[in-house]
Structures are given as C-alpha cells and as structure tokens.
C-alpha cells in the first residue's frame, strides 16, 4: 500500500522554525514527487512546495519563497520541509502528497499532485506569540 505520512508540525513563536518530514511506504522517492500543501481554516488548500523525483527540481509558492526549503533523503525515503522566519499566516495543517513528475516541469508537477490520490493526513502548524 502507497502510503505518506507526516510529523513535525507543533505551535512556534513568530521568527521561528520548524521542520516537517514526510515518509513514504510501499514505494521510493526515486519514482515518485512529493509535494507539501497547508490549508489553513475557511481557506483553500494551497501548494506550498515540490521536489522531482527525476532531477531533483524544487518549486516554492511566492509566499514561502526564501523562507522554506524541500529537500529529500532518499536513504530514509524522507521529504522534509524546513520552514523559518515563521509567520503567524503560516498557521495551518501541513500536507504532504506524492504523484508521479510531470513532463512539462516543476509547475505542473505541483500542479497536478493536487489530483494525485496519495495523501498524508496532515500536521498541525500554528505560529502565535
């Protein structure tokens, strides 16, 4: 079974950080992008970060831009997501999903993990003083 699953999330001053991991089961991150979203309450999910599988490519929403960094570890079957400068509109539950890479780049691969039927359950990140 095709499965990811995430940790991290927790509650953190603003200017803080936190990192969220995303592990996958019953498949590598060699075949697969994993992509993070976050939907916070009363809003929609939004795509927040990438990572191909084929080349290693990253995508950032202009929002966390500078902020979060994707990388993986292929040994762990591991995503992380390290996020600084945390801000309180950062609050919400983090997702992680994986869907193959698209042939047309980055983009569209974050764009099309939001149809992809893997799906995390979600951490909760909340960012208050």
């Known amino acids: 079974q095709l499965q990811v699953a995430e940790s991290g999330g927790g509650l953190v001053q603003p200017g803080g950080s936190l990192r969220l991991s995303c592990v996958a089961s019953?498949?590598?991150?060699?075949?697969?992008?994993i992509g993070w979203f976050r939907q916070a309450p009363g809003k929609e999910r939004e795509g927040v970060s990438c990572?191909?599988?084929?080349?290693?490519?990253?995508y950032y929403a202009e929002s966390v831009e500078d902020r979060f960094t994707i990388s993986a570890d292929n040994a762990k079957n591991t995503v992380y997501l390290q996020m600084s400068s945390l801000k309180p509109e950062d609050t919400a539950v983090y997702y992680c999903a994986a869907g193959p890479d698209s042939p047309f780049g980055i983009v569209a691969t974050m764009r099309d993990l939001y149809d992809y039927n893997i799906w995390g359950q979600g951490t909760q990140v909340t960012v208050s003083s």
């Open positions: 019953g498949f590598t991150l060699d075949d697969y992008a």
């Open positions: 990572i191909s599988s084929s080349d290693g490519s990253t």
